[in-house]
């Protein structure tokens, strides 16, 4: 059954290769489902490495005549783009809640998101500045400049099926770069709707393709494609690691968007209120399944029992159900296997001594619906301290002091986001210069803006997505020494 679009012709249910929609050559087809009811949507084409390979190809056909361009040429096109993706918010809102579960206000602000990247980078190309270096020897001029990588990869994951895919799409082809797009397997409906929209928008053939199906066929030939200059990957760590070791033998550049930990640190002197807010959409929002969703909540001896408390308070007002539903606030998982691990992790945790406060079991609506979650109680043995839930359980740690709430917050391999609610500005500077984090939220749980640098440092990725530094990462630098002048 196709859901009821105001523009039928964004529910896709081929792939966009080399500027055809398109069907597997073999005929075969992956089922979409829809995570708050199990029920099916659609499907998609099952492809190949073969089919890959063309995407490949138009990519690198379609590159020269794409980079040359002007900047302000692709700008006008992107900026069609742009007005399209907003035009058709509510298609674009409704396929994604119907697809990953998320509530309708939350997929109408992704889809704002998702189109302020292709807006901003539009802008950014126009300047992609080099250098004029003071030669080394008197007769000798040195000039930089800055060019497209060439064809890149992108391979996104479920939990924001548009943003992280204009994230990449966005500065990619601004810079002059082209690109094959796997979304992810339970996902791709935002991405096929993206791809209708790029190409009434007058985005030429080849420059953006989107490839579903095998993620390790497609993902083989991604990698292994000596064409492929680039791949940029939003995804597990798991997987990151293994698609950067088939990278290596044709040494790509890489941006890994991986995993994270978030700590998320309520001092003693904290605005509380303010702390539970941040709390709540750090935690809750994507029914806990975003990168930079606060993973360990550090709360500060003087005031554990009164956050504990008002946390609660909050949680309890959060309401579970279809995303479809008004005032629906928490989705469902995307599966069975997502809400197994929110399981095992308070399992493990009340094993070993942690205190429930709320919730703590799959929700009466049964499927993969969960009840929004609170721990108290939890110590570093405790499996959540080490590994990401990606659900909706709020565990409670806590510390006596500053240096022990750094110490806790950096003991781990991931460094994406951290969070921490303090007043004093002696403290604000101390703490933000000591998280090992790509990003630090300060009083505030709300982090994400394609005007700034996003991006983890250790095990949490590779390069940084939005802002200036977000094109650099699709550009070659490119040195002309002049001599004899
Ligand atoms: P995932 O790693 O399972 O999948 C991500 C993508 O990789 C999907 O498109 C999937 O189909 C594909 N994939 C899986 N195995 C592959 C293979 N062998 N070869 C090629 N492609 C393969 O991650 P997920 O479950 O979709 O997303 C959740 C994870 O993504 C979490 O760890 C989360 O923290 C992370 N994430 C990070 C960021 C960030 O910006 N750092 C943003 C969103 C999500």
């Known amino acids: 059954m196709s859901p009821s679009l105001a523009n039928p012709h964004l529910f896709r249910q081929q792939c966009y290769v080399a ?4 069907d597997a050559d073999d005929g075969t087809v992956l089922t979409v489902h829809n995570p708050a009811d199990g029920s099916p949507l659609g499907s998609v084409p099952r492809l190949g490495r073969a089919e890959t390979r063309r995407a490949i190809d138009a990519a690198n056909a379609a590159w020269p005549a794409w980079r040359a361009l002007t900047a302000g040429a692709r700008a006008r096109i992107l900026r069609k783009w742009f007005e399209l993706i907003l035009a058709n918010q509510e298609d674009l809102a409704l396929l994604m809640t119907l697809e990953q579960g ?4 939350e997929a109408r602000g992704e889809v704002a998101y998702a189109a302020s990247f292709i807006e901003w980078f539009a802008e950014e190309g126009k300047r992609i500045y080099g250098d004029v270096i003071p030669g080394h020897q008197g007769d000798k001029r040195i000039v930089v400049t800055k060019e497209p990588i060439g064809v890149c990869a992108a391979i996104t994951p479920w939990n924001f099926p548009l943003a992280m895919i204009t994230r990449k799409a966005g500065p990619a082809l601004a810079a002059g770069c082209t ?42 030939e991604l990698t292994e494609n000596p064409i492929v200059r680039k791949l940029s990957f939003t995804g597990s760590t798991e997987v990151g690691v293994k698609l950067m070791a088939q990278c290596a033998p044709t040494i790509k550049k890489l941006s890994l968007e991986l995993g994270g930990n978030a700590p998320f640190i309520v001092f003693d002197d904290a605005d509380l209120d303010a702390a539970v807010e941040g709390a709540l959409a750090s ?18 001896d003087g005031v554990y029992d009164a956050f504990a408390e008002k946390l609660a308070a909050a949680v309890a007002q959060l309401k579970v159900g279809n995303g479809l539903e008004p005032g629906v606030t928490q989705g469902p998982l995307i599966d069975g296997r997502a809400v197994d691990k929110v399981e095992e992790h308070i399992a493990d945790a009340l094993a070993k001594g942690a205190r429930l406060v ?7 609506l049964g499927g993969s619906f969960f009840e929004p979650t609170i721990l108290a109680d939890v110590t570093p043995d405790m499996k959540v301290a080490r590994e990401e839930t990606f659900g909706p359980l709020a565990p409670l740690f806590r ?4 240096a022990e709430a750094i110490r806790m917050a950096n003991d781990t391999e991931f460094g994406l986001a951290a969070y921490f609610f303090a007043a004093g500005m002696n403290r604000v500077w101390r703490v933000s210069a000591a998280l090992e ?25 590779l390069g940084r997505e939005g802002s200036k530094y977000g094109i650099e990462d699709y550009l070659e630098i490119k040195y002309l020494c002049m001599g004899g002048v």
């Open 437 to 461: 984090y790509g990003i630090v939220g300060i009083n505030t749980g709300l982090i994400s803006t394609e005007v700034a640098p996003f991006g983890g440092m250790k095990a949490s990725g």
């Open 358 to 364: 709320a919730g703590g079991k799959r929700h009466a």
């Open 399 to 402: 510390f006596r002091d500053e």
């Open 102 to 105: 998320k509530p309708l206000a």
């Open 19 to 22: 500027g055809i929609w398109c």
């Open 283 to 300: 935690k809750y929002r994507n029914t806990g399944q975003t990168c930079v969703c606060a993973n360990r909540l550090l709360v500060q």
């Open 179 to 220: 690109m094959v797009l796997k979304p992810a397997t339970q996902t791709p409906y935002s991405a096929l709707a993206l791809a209708a929209l790029a190409e009434q928008a007058g985005v030429p053939a080849g420059v953006f393709s989107v490839v579903t199906g095998s993620s390790a066929e497609i993902g083989a």
